[in-house]
């Protein structure tokens, strides 16, 4: 394994301290292809380049912030942005919301 090489016991490791292990409770993995599609995009790009050193920073980054704000998978509902019923936003309102985010974020991941 080279220094680029992600240690899968290190991220799963990462992943359960998060509540985002790669295995649910279920059994269902939520392997989404993310990491192989940037890798794709990484080993294939002309006109596209991603950074490693910026990735690897933005990820400690994202981590940081994560851990001090305690935002986990189980209370990414409490974000400010996301629709509450309190607000009287109805069950299909957050659905929609959660659709057109993951839309858009597709749309904007595949626009390389």
């Known amino acids: 394994m080279s220094d680029d090489d992600a240690d899968p016991e290190l991220l799963e490791l990462l992943r ?7 295995v649910r409770q279920d059994g269902v993995s939520s392997n989404t292809g993310v990491l ?4 794709y995009v990484y080993n294939n790009s002309i006109d596209v380049a991603i950074d490693m050193y910026g990735t690897k920073a933005a ?9 001090e704000r305690g935002y986990s998978t189980q209370a990414w ?9 309190t607000e009287g936003f109805s069950e299909i309102d957050a659905v929609n919301f959660i659709f057109t985010m993951d839309l858009l974020n597709f749309s904007l991941a595949n626009t390389a």
């Open 59 to 67: 990820a400690v980054s994202i981590y940081k912030a994560m851990r």
């Open 36 to 39: 192989a599609d940037a890798e």
């Open 16 to 22: 359960q301290s998060l509540g985002i292990s790669s």
């Open 77 to 85: 509902s409490e974000h400010e942005l996301h629709p509450k019923q």
